[in-house]
């Protein structure tokens, strides 16, 4: 990994930290819905991570959420299995046959209908756990399947949002 994509993680994780900490920490609307942007970032972590570094780094990444929104370890559980499962499904769904990898998994980089139904498998794995996590009741299991499936739709609008706002297409037009 170079220099400069390093760089660019670090501003990725800071920048979704801030907005999860500052703001969508704060939101839960209709009881239901908890949107988790941050985990846009292990989603688009380099495919040439090991599967171990990335689950170092899911799992960092949770802690400092549940450190920050003063959990009991929830996110930091559902970072780590996110970063296993993620290693599986990105190889099937999006990288097939490229032995390079891809630098940083986005709209820009990867087929758009591929993407978006990677991402919204990662989102939804995150949040089904993570919700089971919290409610912790076989009894709840609608709640638990309805606070999953719309925190991740509404989640995933956002980080189609935030990748179509802030990342620039011009940076991947030649890696695309």
Avoid at 66 to 91: I, M, P, R
Wanted: net charge neutral.
């Amino acid at each position: 990994m170079n220099s400069q994509l390093i760089i660019r993680n670090i501003g990725r994780f800071i920048l979704l930290m801030l907005l999860q900490v500052l703001i969508f920490n704060n939101i839960y609307l209709g009881g239901y819905i908890n949107p988790c942007i941050y985990v846009l970032f292990i989603a688009m972590l380099p495919t040439t991570t090991g599967r171990i570094p990335a689950m170092l780094i899911a799992f960092f990444t949770g802690l400092c959420v549940d450190v920050s929104s003063n959990l009991l370890g929830f996110h930091a559980f559902a970072c780590t299995a996110l970063a296993y499962v993620k290693g599986l499904w990105l190889d099937e769904i999006i990288i097939h046959d490229n032995e390079e990898g891809i630098e940083m998994p986005c709209i820009y980089t990867c087929p758009l209908q591929q993407y978006s139904i990677y991402l919204f498998l990662i989102l939804f794995v995150f949040n089904i756990i993570y919700h089971t996590l919290l409610i912790f009741s076989l009894r709840d299991i609608l709640d638990i399947l309805l606070s999953a499936l719309l925190s991740t739709v509404v989640t995933w609008i956002l980080a189609m949002l935030y990748q179509s706002l802030l990342l620039r297409k011009t940076k991947f037009k030649n890696k695309a």
